[in-house]
């Protein structure tokens, strides 16, 4: 298998390169289970992040990051879009992505108790990785639905096209592939 060296927060991770098409691959990047990488990326967002009320981030690979961010923020209280309607959640804002990295079109949906909590109120959106935007992009619509507002968008790591976003503040650049693992651009 190939990797791909990153080194992110004052730390080194090789990645393995995931084919998802015949002419893409990208370097697979998960916090999860990985507690060094995640208190770092977190410290170091939280150096360029703006005022803010609130985070909010998409179930799943963002949360043990706004945890951390939250924890060492000395945040009390952060918000999750869910991928499926929990039974505890009522009167449910909800709204499609597609994902470079799932499969198909996915919901995200917010409780009715979280919006109450967001409106008026400035919103922070984190996400571990991103590329195509679409993630923030459902974010964003979410924080709108609620009556909020949108402070910033973050992320560790801006890929392909989201690199050029002038809106997006992020910690380091992750490469896009060909389809035979060669880096792109």
Do not use: W
């Amino acid at each position: 298998m190939a990797f791909y060296k990153l080194n992110v927060a004052g730390l080194e991770r090789k990645l393995p390169l995931c084919k998802i098409s015949e002419t893409l691959t990208i370097a697979g990047f998960v916090i999860f289970g990985d507690p060094e990488l995640t208190v770092a990326c977190a410290r170091d967002l939280l150096k360029k992040a703006p005022e803010h009320d609130y985070m909010l981030t998409a179930e799943a690979k963002g949360i043990p990051l706004i945890h951390e961010m939250a924890r060492q923020g000395g945040e009390s209280k952060y918000f999750i879009a869910r991928k499926k309607p929990k039974l505890y959640m009522s009167e449910v804002f909800e709204v499609t992505v597609r994902s470079i990295t799932t499969d198909g079109q996915q919901k995200l949906y917010l409780d009715k108790a979280d919006a109450d909590l967001m409106k008026g109120k400035r919103i922070l959106l984190v996400d571990d990785v991103i590329s195509t935007g679409e993630s923030i992009r459902a974010l964003e619509e979410l924080v709108k639905a609620a009556g909020a507002e949108v402070a910033g968008r973050m992320a560790i790591l801006a890929e392909g096209d989201a690199q050029d976003r002038d809106d997006l503040v992020y910690l380091e650049k992750l490469p896009l592939f060909d389809g035979q693992g060669k880096m792109l651009g």
